[in-house]
């Protein structure tokens, strides 16, 4: 209805604010929270009434005499660590290095102590658990390990050196044929360890970090690409500097690697590093190396071995990542370029088309190309650069690209858009949240929020979920052309005090039976969706 406070359940102030995510189990709910003296754990009823409060000391041993070793300013990175629980206990680890378990009346169990931590940002990755173990990630500028605690005791169960540096990375379980594994990433490569004994399996590097124009001391050195798994066991994932990758699942085992500069001879447009997510296609991987000798190949996915390179498209890569496509009745590879947006032939990587985008692509073409009819392509960009409708026509011998229209209403820089029933609904830099036709490029609506702010947006059963990074506000629209019509939206009925000027509402929402939490630094809220 978008009245302030419908469908709002409950609002709930947390006494010290915090990055983790709220933990649901049955009719509790935990969160953490701190600051650079203190750290606290709490448990809320599902009805939104704090149940309990632990303060967690800071269990680090005394300086020793003579010592100079500068402790890290943690400030609010203290409660970043998501909680973990069995349903016999909850589980929180902090910054700090602390590392707790109460049971679920609030009673401690046990705490112990990982410090010293070396790492501007402190100790975040999020504690796991696998069978009656707890599993910390312990990475940062010190002695890295893998550790293993008991979850009744704290005791360690076994404990795994690493070289990993600071990384933020949480682990995760994976069941192989060869037995439950234990994966984690850092910027360097993935590892693969046995889940009973922590014996490492498997380790995978993908070089250093990248080193660009210092944007990276912004946006963090990592991998930008999704990994693609395919159901014959083998993985496939990109890193920054171009490396790609095919392992196998089960035990991490490399197959085969590749380079985009040093064997395709690839070229990035901007300095952000290779970020698209590779294309499986049946038996090919279809990569974007950009750069004079092509800037599409396709990769024999088991072997590594080059089937073609696009040789008639030479453009420098972007960071957009391929779609397979029916145009004009031809099968065919479409993506965004540095300069274009093209189609390539999917057995030959013959240049079909080329749609000319000329200097209003620049400093970054992140997207995904939409295709939005049997011979249409939409495509839009930040920085400027606006949208386009293309439409494609002529066979296989050679096709021809014509603009529908071209204008800068959805100027969208990296969230993408929703296509649904011929419209475009997304953010614009522009114009706010926009609903687009795209019969003619005009506007059926344009929704302004906030001084034009940037959002996630996701589709779900006729409805947008728009999410605002600044004011905090999340709006569910009807996806229709009649208007921004809210459906559920809400405001929160108080903002944190503790936002930073550069700061953002950036704690990922959760869903749980039939309700959203929403968490802003300080405050947690509970909002039902099942309501009418």
């Not at 269990?59 to 409660?79: I, M, R």
Request: net charge neutral.
């Amino acid at each position: 209805s978008g009245k302030e406070k419908e469908n709002l359940l409950w609002k709930s102030p947390v006494k010290m604010g915090g990055h983790s995510a709220p933990v649901v189990w049955g009719d509790k709910v935990f969160v953490t929270g701190g600051d650079k003296d203190n750290s606290e754990l709490y448990c809320y009823g599902t009805d939104g009434k704090l149940l309990w409060t632990q303060e967690v000391k800071w269990g680090k041993p005394p300086k020793k005499e003579g010592e100079e070793a500068e402790e890290p300013e943690l400030k609010d990175y203290v409660a970043a660590n998501t909680p973990a629980t069995d349903g016999k206990r909850v589980y929180a680890a902090f910054g700090t290095g602390d590392v707790v378990a109460y049971d679920l009346a609030g009673k401690k169990v046990w705490a112990i102590s990982l410090w010293p931590i070396n790492s501007q940002y402190g100790f975040c990755s999020s504690p796991i658990l696998y069978k009656d173990k707890l599993i910390i990630q312990l990475d940062h500028s010190g002695d890295c390990a893998l550790i293993a605690l008991d979850t009744a005791t704290g005791k360690t169960a076994w404990k795994t050196k690493r070289s990993a540096g600071d990384s933020f990375q949480s682990p995760i379980i994976a069941e192989t044929k060869a037995g439950a594994q234990i994966i984690t990433a850092t910027a360097g490569g993935n590892n693969g360890y046995d889940a009973e004994t922590g014996k490492e399996l498997w380790r995978v590097s993908i070089g250093g970090e990248y080193e660009d124009n210092g944007s990276d001391k912004n946006w963090g050195g990592g991998p930008r690409a999704n990994p693609t798994v395919t159901a014959d066991g083998h993985v496939y994932f990109l890193g920054i500097r171009g490396d790609v990758y095919c392992l196998k699942a089960d035990d991490g085992k490399l197959v085969w690697t590749k380079n985009y500069t040093k064997d395709f001879g690839g070229k990035l447009m901007s300095g952000w590093g290779f970020s698209e997510s590779p294309l499986v296609d049946g038996d090919l991987i279809i990569c974007t190396p950009g750069g004079a000798k092509g800037t599409i190949i396709a990769l024999d996915r088991k072997t590594g071995a080059t089937k073609w390179q696009s040789a008639e498209l030479k453009d420098d890569a972007a960071y957009s990542s391929i779609v397979r496509a029916k145009l004009a009745g031809v099968e065919q590879y479409v993506t965004l370029t540095g300069k274009a947006v093209a189609g390539v032939a999917v057995d030959t990587g013959k240049l079909l088309w080329r749609y000319d985008c000329g200097d209003k692509y620049k400093v970054a073409v992140i997207p995904t190309a939409v295709i939005a009819g049997p011979d249409l392509v939409y495509a839009t960009a930040g920085y400027g650069a606006g949208c386009d409708l293309i439409k494609i026509s002529g066979d296989a011998s050679g096709q021809k690209a014509e603009k529908v229209f071209a204008n800068k209403d959805v100027v969208n820089h990296h969230g993408g858009v929703i296509f649904k029933d011929g419209f475009i609904y997304g953010h614009s830099d522009t114009k706010g949240w926009v609903c687009q036709d795209l019969k003619d490029g005009s506007l059926k609506w344009e929704w302004k929020r906030g001084g034009f702010e940037k959002g996630a947006v996701t589709y779900a059963d006729g409805a947008l979920f728009c999410y605002g990074e600044n004011s905090g506000d999340l709006v569910v629209l009807e996806a229709t052309t009649e208007g921004p019509k809210q459906i559920g939206s809400l405001k929160l009925p108080e903002r944190t005090k503790l936002l930073r000027k550069s700061g953002k509402a950036w704690s990922h929402p959760v869903i749980a039976n039939g309700k959203l939490y929403l968490r802003d630094q300080d405050l947690l809220y509970c909002f039902d969706l099942s309501s009418k």
